[in-house]
């Protein structure tokens, strides 16, 4: 009966790594969905409000330089 015990406890501890992994890649699935749509939906805002070619080029510069140090911030804070 001792013998079985860690054998039975191993194999819920598995299972429940394994659904933790799954949830996981559902959650992350979804926060990915989500943040594309927001940036989507920014983007279509954004421009039609700037008119000159030089505004555009330096507001897409800020904002690739933003998504540059706040992509890996927010990928280690989810555990990617």
């Known amino acids: 009966m001792a013998d079985e015990l860690p054998a039975k406890l191993t ?21 990915a969905g989500w943040a594309y749509a927001l940036w989507v939906k920014l983007a279509t805002w954004l421009e ?14 800020l904002l690739g330089l933003a998504a540059f140090f706040m992509i890996p911030i927010v990928m280690a804070l989810l555990g990617l």
Request: aromatic letters at 6%; zero cysteines.
């Open 11 to 31: 194999r819920l501890t598995a299972m429940a790594n394994i659904l933790g992994e799954l949830l996981f890649a559902l959650i992350r699935s979804i926060v």
């Open 48 to 61: 039609p409000k700037i008119q000159r070619r030089w505004v555009k080029i330096a507001v897409g510069g």
